[in-house]
């Protein structure tokens, strides 16, 4: 079955702490995305990606970090930089970014808590 | 002023009644308009697109689309428990997917 997945589900994060959540997509999708979405508000965009090897900055992008090695892939470090990280992480993607303009593909989510 | 906005609700229908959702915009010059299902703890999933000014139907659902009035809305007929859910309002501003804008989100119950 095609998909996004995205691991781990759950994480639990010290305070000045790196963490690296993963998106993987076998629907063989150009565009990928990482979306932050806290409670009460709606999804804001953190970074994005055309093709292997690019990406772009989003609304949100200060203290994260992606890479694009692979089609299948697009990995998000949230850094200790990030001075409010706690939240719900979402992964999509899309057959390209201008296809439909807004038809995305959501992984399950990864939900970061900071203690 | 929000670019795109939402009454949060919650919104509380009857079992087979209509369920009603509006999504106003800021930007005249948008182009394309969505719907996402989000259940409570999952992520959102698409129902509904809407591209031109009129309503567009899908089973029970109809998107509204009104361009002059910088308003879409989203209708749920013959609603359902199942329907049960935050609905969220996505409008693409100018461009690819990397445009586009969601509302906060409207919290939908349906009473059995």
């Known amino acids: 079955d095609g998909g996004i997945t995205q691991s781990p589900k759950y994480l639990f994060r010290k305070e000045g702490q790196n963490v690296t959540l993963s998106c993987e997509q076998n629907?063989?999708?150009?565009?990928m995305y990482w979306y932050r979405q806290d409670p009460g508000q709606g999804l804001r965009l953190i970074y994005y990606s055309q093709i292997v090897n690019d990406f772009q900055k989003g609304d949100i992008a200060e203290g994260y970090s992606v890479s694009r090695e692979k089609k299948e892939s697009f990995p998000l470090t949230v850094t200790s930089a990030q001075k409010n990280p706690t939240a719900f992480y979402l992964c999509?993607?899309?057959?390209?970014?201008?296809?439909?303009?807004?038809?995305?593909?959501f992984g399950e989510g990864s939900r970061l808590t900071v203690l | 002023q929000k670019e795109v906005e939402q009454n949060s609700g919650p919104l509380s229908v009857p079992e087979g009644a209509i369920a009603s959702l509006n999504c106003t915009y800021s930007?005249?010059?948008?182009?394309?308009f969505f719907w996402y299902r989000q259940y409570s703890g999952k992520s959102p999933e698409l129902i509904m697109s809407?591209?031109?000014?009129g309503d567009k139907e899908d089973g029970r659902f109809t998107a509204q689309l009104n361009k002059a009035s910088q308003y879409v809305s989203l209708l749920i007929r013959d609603s359902q428990p199942s329907d049960s859910a935050t609905y969220l309002c996505a409008v693409n501003m100018g461009g690819g997917a990397q445009k586009l804008v969601f509302g906060q989100g409207t919290r939908l119950t349906i009473n059995p």
């Open positions: 930007d005249r010059g948008s182009q394309s």
């Open positions: 809407i591209y031109s000014n």
């Open positions: 999509a993607s899309s057959m390209g970014l201008a296809g439909g303009g807004g038809e995305l593909f």
């Open positions: 629907l063989n999708h150009d565009a």
